[in-house]
């Protein structure tokens, strides 16, 4: 080898050319996530916006001015048969909620921890009354009622919104009740507690969450219900009702502010509850 090949000097590499950047899959589903959140966050904005409408009349359908009056006690509650209609659902949504919840915690923990006959069967009627349409369970309520010569009212209301909630309280309690460890309780039951005490003291606590989203579920459901209710109301109004009948003369702002407090609700309660969630798995 000659000494001029020793000292050749190395050809120095090409540059590498810089890699094109392409829309990775998390990259696409990021984006399409937020497409879909600002979607569903654009009705409620709207309604948000259109409480502090300065609006002259009745019709809130045009920007006329920012305005606080209408979030006074005072004009807020000046339609009477509104405010009557606001509380009428509340109470069948705190009620029927408080059942549900009742009921459903039963039935779901049935459900998930024992292995009965007909078990099957209790699943398949609990998934096909969460997957059944409106329009087919407000029918056959109504036939239910009459032909027991029940009177469509408030009772008949809230009946029919624990039916139907009863299904999706079971089925998120079930869920949970599914995953938890047995050899808790069986510890407790070493220690020497009673079946009833264990539930209380050990298994109760775990499925509250659970217990609680259900019954947060049943709340929201009820009082946002319109096919079922006009079925079974008769000439009980609630909220969604007196809002499906004022549509045709003009909605009022007060209905925006109502609506905006119930969001607002709804709203803080999950921040709390996240909030104490994460608390608790830290300690």
Do not use: C
């Not at 969604?240 to 309660?269: E, H, K, Y």
């Amino acid at each position: 080898m000659s000494l001029s090949t020793l000292h050749r000097p190395a050809t120095e590499p090409a540059p590498a050319a810089r890699p094109r950047r392409r829309l990775k899959g998390g990259t696409l589903l990021f984006l399409y996530t937020w497409l879909v959140i600002i979607w569903l966050i654009i009705p409620i904005a709207v309604m948000v916006a259109f409480s502090f409408n300065n609006t002259p009349g009745r019709y809130n359908q045009h920007w006329d001015g920012f305005t606080l009056k209408w979030w006074h006690p005072a004009k807020l509650f000046e339609i009477e048969d509104l405010t009557k209609a606001l509380w009428t659902s509340l109470a069948i949504a705190v009620i029927s909620s408080v059942v549900s919840a009742a009921l459903g915690t039963g039935i779901g923990y049935a459900l998930g921890r024992y292995r009965f006959r007909g078990s099957g069967t209790l699943n398949v009627i609990m998934f096909s009354t969460i997957s059944s349409p409106e329009l087919i369970m407000g029918a056959s309520l109504l036939s239910l009622f009459v032909s027991l010569a029940v009177g469509p009212g408030f009772v008949t209301i809230t009946i029919a919104h624990i039916m139907f909630s009863i299904s999706f309280v079971a089925a998120i309690v079930r869920a949970r009740v599914v995953t938890l460890d047995r050899s808790i309780e069986e510890a407790a039951a070493d220690l020497g507690a009673t079946a009833w005490t264990t539930f209380w003291k050990v298994t109760f606590p775990i499925i509250l969450p659970a217990v609680f989203s259900g019954l947060l579920l049943a709340f929201a459901l009820s009082i946002d219900d319109f096919v079922v209710t006009n079925f079974t109301a008769g000439s009980t109004v609630t909220f969604p009702l007196w809002i499906w009948g004022s549509t045709r003369v003009g909605l009022p702002p007060q209905v925006n502010v109502m609506g905006t407090l119930i969001f607002a609700f709804g709203v803080l309660i999950a921040v709390v509850t996240n909030i104490r969630s994460r608390k608790a798995k830290r300690a």
